[in-house]
């Protein structure tokens, strides 16, 4: 082997180790969140949903003003948030991929409080929102003092669907998932399998019942509008109620 292919690939070669030992060694983000880990504490409000949604665009408007385009990400990514009301609070932008759902619990339970982003355009948006706040409300790792909010972005749009809507809807697909999962008891309780009650057996489920032992807001708006009592108003007003 002549001295410049040598050199050549010794040049390859420790480029490969840099980066194999730098991704931890052949893992990845997705593999150590859903393990479980966490790369930062929780000590804010944390934002879930489907992909799609406009969650990322919402975490990027709330803590730097901007609206980049943006990517699916397999990691959280944590930053502050300055307050019109010169409080700040921590935002966590948790990645919306099914495979990181369970990891999803691990983040919320030491959060002041977890906003669900949801698209209220498309149907099945709407469903898969509501099977992700099912899971939120069914899990012991929420504290029942934990406030929620389902924020239906891009209310703007002429086919979304009004908040009150989506709360109907999601009422309807939470009230057949209890159904078939077997969470329906007295509420508020925990079985053995570290699930939580909901609802009342005979009872349709629903938000404004007192049974219900939590209380989940909805509210709309638009990530994107220049309106801005059309904007993320409802939503910096959950912020600052967390602060």
Not at 35 to 61: E, Y
Request: hydrophobic fraction near 40%; proline fraction near 4%; glycine fraction near 10%.
């Amino acid at each position: 082997m002549d001295p410049a292919t040598l050199v050549a690939f010794i040049i390859v070669a420790l480029t490969a180790i840099f980066f194999f030992v730098r991704s931890g060694g052949g893992g990845n983000d997705a593999e150590s969140i859903a393990a479980g880990t966490t790369r930062q504490k929780v000590d804010g409000v944390v934002l879930v949903g489907c992909s799609g949604s406009g969650k990322t665009t919402i975490f990027h408007k709330i803590c730097s003003g901007t609206v980049p385009v943006t990517v699916p990400s397999m990691a959280p990514a944590y930053q502050g948030a300055s307050l019109p009301s010169g409080k700040s609070i921590q935002v966590v932008d948790f990645p919306g991929h099914e495979r990181l759902r369970q990891s999803m619990l691990s983040h919320v339970k030491t959060a002041r409080g977890v906003v669900i982003i949801v698209d209220p355009t498309s149907a099945k948006a709407i469903k898969m929102a509501a099977q992700l706040l099912f899971n939120l409300l069914a899990s012991s790792e929420l504290s029942a003092s934990t406030p929620l909010m389902v924020f239906c972005n891009k209310g703007d749009a002429a086919e979304a669907k009004s908040s009150d809507r989506v709360k109907m809807l999601a009422a309807r697909e939470i009230d057949a998932m209890r159904k078939t999962s077997g969470t329906i008891s007295e509420a508020g309780t925990e079985d053995d399998r570290g699930i939580t009650a909901l609802g009342v057996e005979g009872r349709p489920f629903s938000f404004d019942s007192e049974d219900e032992g939590r209380a989940v807001t909805f509210a709309s708006g638009s990530a994107t509008s220049t309106d801005k009592a059309g904007g993320l108003c409802a939503l910096v007003d959950f912020l600052e109620s967390r602060a």
